[in-house]
């Protein structure tokens, strides 16, 4: 602890954080101006008219069923785990998602999305410090590791989300007709089956009645479970937001401005402190 307080208290310390930072942010921001730009560069369409290729669409989250989030225990269809733990001194993070067959609907069309690898631009849905909590573990898949810090992040039926990514053709096999519809295997690219689905909600709720069914079930509309295109992740950006199209980049036009302007003064102010004001400390 000690040791702590005087490297704190060392002006070359904050010097070089100063620079480091700096430069950091000075990346940072040129990163954000890229996506905003291609953002802006990308065709917005409504689903019906969405050809196959980079699209921007913006609507309601939808799905056939639901399953259950670790941290917020709450019904989604789409959840995403990052744990950042620190068992060796180095800070590493582990990501961990699961994902029921999610749709968008603009009111022209329906588009199925498989959201692995997307930029995600929202808001925790709920966070976490905890050390000994079973159910974090289990969703980090690690028995050994106390995590330190989570965060998670939700797509839920209803949500008004915005989507940059890339139509594709649907390649993947489909399924017998006749096959159990209670199958456990896995739809798609790694979409949850509704068996599947119905296990994970029972893990999570070990009490749950044997006859309580998976999800509250979306009975107004039909899903196409092996659809002609679907959105993913292709060679361009892939980001989901809960923020529309204009907010989203306004929020990344003040964030790299902040930055392409902020971090050369962090930088600068750092090069000014251990060369001109401290010049004694680098001898």
């Known amino acids: 602890m000690e040791f702590l307080i005087w490297i704190l208290s060392q002006p070359l310390f904050w010097a070089g954080t100063g620079i480091l930072v700096g430069l950091y942010m000075f990346y940072r921001g040129f990163r954000l101006l890229q996506l905003k730009r291609r953002i802006s560069n990308v065709p917005r369409s409504t689903i019906r008219a969405a050809a196959v290729g980079p699209v921007e669409v913006s609507g309601t989250a939808m799905g056939p069923y639901t399953l259950v989030s670790p941290l917020s225990q709450s019904d989604c269809l789409y959840y995403r785990l990052v744990v950042e733990s620190n068992p060796h001194g180095d800070l590493k993070d582990k990501i961990n998602e699961l994902c029921a067959p999610l749709y968008i609907n603009d009111g022209t069309g329906t588009l199925m999305i498989y ?28 028995r050994t590791e106390a995590p330190e810090f989570s965060q998670e992040y939700t797509i839920k039926r209803g949500d008004k989300i915005f989507v940059l990514g890339t139509i594709q053709v649907n390649t993947w096999p489909r399924k017998d007709p006749g096959s159990d519809p209670d199958d456990c295997s896995r739809i798609g690219p790694g979409f ?35 659809p002609p295109v679907v959105m993913v992740k292709g060679n361009g950006p892939f980001v989901i937001s809960k923020d529309s199209e204009s907010d989203l980049l306004t929020k990344l036009s003040w964030r790299s401005l902040l930055c392409i302007w902020g971090g050369p003064i962090a930088a600068l102010w750092g090069l000014w402190e251990i060369l001109v004001v401290r010049p004694g400390l680098v001898r």
């Open 115 to 142: 959201p692995k690898g997307s930029e995600l631009r929202l808001k925790p849905s709920a966070k976490r410090t905890d050390y000994f909590n079973l159910a974090l573990m289990i969703a980090a898949r690690t």
């Open 192 to 226: 949850l089956s509704a068996g599947e689905a119905d296990l994970q909600r029972r893990e999570a709720f070990p009490l749950l009645s044997a006859f309580a069914p998976i999800g509250p079930p979306d009975k107004t509309k039909e899903f196409d479970l092996n």
